[in-house]
T-cell receptor, first 113, second 111 residues
Framework: EAQVTQNPRYLITVTGKKLTVTCSQN?????MSWYRQDPGLGLRQIYY???????DKGDVPEGYKVSRKEKRNFPLILESPSPNQTSLYFC????????????FGPGTRLTVL | GQSLEQPSEVTAVEGAIVQINCTYQ??????LSWYQQHDGGAPTFLSY????GLEETGRFSSFLSRSDSYGYLLLQELQMKDSASYFC????????????FGDGTTLTVKP
């Protein structure tokens, strides 16, 4: 089954404790993205990757890091989480420059105390 | 940059037709996409307009007019399960990895 998976689905942590949210897709997609969603706001792109070892900033990259060492995986790293990073996070993938359909993971609900 | 505007809420009754509008300001984009999201779940792709005009997919249709910087999603024969949030989105033409979403329209379908 074609899918995007994320782990963990829920996470409660404390300020300053480094964490990683994993994302994996099994569709051999080139493009992957991370979004955050806050109440009343749409999806805001944090980082994206157009291929292995190619990443770039989205609209809200501050406080986040990503890496793309393999095509299928695109982890999101919060080196020193702060309460304003409490949000719902989605990973997404799509096939390439000509493919406009994005496939989203189930989401990770993060709370930073 | 890109910015998209949608109404925050729309209410309609079961069986009716509803139109969700999206106006945008962009520096160049490939096309207009629409996504559906139920209550904090994963957004799912509904429709895409690369060219001006109407695209139909079952009960859902989407329209784009580049000259008017405007698009809409049309939902026909509304069902209770259509209650959800709907987002329009564009992909940057100068940077194919970059996507921008509107803030979403919450559709409530009443019996």
């Amino acid at each position: 089954e074609a899918q995007v998976t994320q782990n963990p689905r829920y996470l409660i942590t404390v300020t300053g404790k480094k964490l990683t949210v994993t994302c994996s897709q099994n569709m051999n997609h080139e493009y992957m993205s991370w979004y955050r969603q806050d109440p009343g706001l749409g999806l805001r792109q944090i980082y994206y990757s157009m291929n292995v070892e190619v990443t770039d900033k989205g609209d809200v990259p501050e406080g986040y890091k990503v890496s793309r060492k393999e095509k299928r995986n695109f982890p999101l790293i919060l080196e020193s989480p702060s309460p304003n990073q409490t949000s719902l996070y989605f990973c997404a993938s799509r096939s390439g420059p000509g493919g406009d359909t994005q496939y989203f993971g189930p989401g990770t609900r993060l709370t930073v105390l | 940059g890109q910015s998209l505007e949608q109404p925050s809420e729309v209410t309609a009754v079961e069986g009716a037709i509803v139109q969700i509008n999206c106006t945008y300001q962009t520096s160049g984009f490939y096309g207009l996409s629409w996504y559906q999201q139920h209550d904090g779940g994963a957004p799912t792709f509904l429709s895409y307009n690369a060219l001006d005009g109407l695209e139909e997919t079952g009960r859902f249709s989407s329209f784009l007019s580049r000259s008017d910087s405007y698009g809409y999603l049309l939902l026909q024969e509304l069902q209770m399960k259509d209650s959800a949030s709907y987002f329009c989105a564009v992909r940057d033409r100068t940077n194919a990895g970059k996507s921008t979403f509107g803030d979403g329209t919450t559709l409530t379908v009443k019996p």
